[in-house]
């Protein structure tokens, strides 16, 4: 069973920027998309950004709250996935996951589609 782990969490204040990472437990692992998610306290899962790849083209989408802001990339075939943040607000505060999976088929804002989780990571936004 694959495994995700995120690093990059943190504090930060409000305008300032994190990178979140996520490097996966096998070197071979290539899911057809991968995500992030968020999960503030007392509040639902929700979708922050994903990236699916057909061949060498790679294909992003967003959540309203976070486009212009949050960038999602794959940097290497070690770090599968990143997420750059800037401009963060306090209400980007919540534990973020990082997410693959390995069928087209589904939403890829719907986290129910997704087949692997890291545990995540904190980012504490202060005002």
């Known amino acids: 069973q694959v495994q995700l782990v995120e690093s990059g969490g943190g504090l930060v204040q409000a305008g300032g920027s994190l990178t979140l990472s996520c490097a996966a437990s096998e070197g071979t692992f290539d899911p057809y998309a991968m995500g992030w998610f968020r999960q503030a306290p007392e509040m639902e899962r929700e979708f922050v950004a994903a990236?699916?790849?057909?061949?060498?083209?790679?294909?992003?989408t967003y959540a309203n709250s976070v486009k212009g802001r949050f960038t999602i990339s794959r940097p290497n075939a070690k770090n599968l996935l990143s997420l750059q943040m800037n401009s963060l607000k306090p209400e980007d505060t919540a534990v973020y996951y990082c997410?693959?999976?390995?069928?087209?088929?589904?939403?890829?804002?719907?986290?129910?589609?997704?087949?692997?989780w890291g545990q995540g990571t904190q980012v504490t936004v202060s005002s």
């Open positions: 997410a693959a999976r390995n069928s087209a088929a589904g939403r890829l804002s719907i986290s129910d589609t997704y087949d692997y």
């Open positions: 990236i699916s790849w057909i061949g060498s083209s790679a294909l992003t």
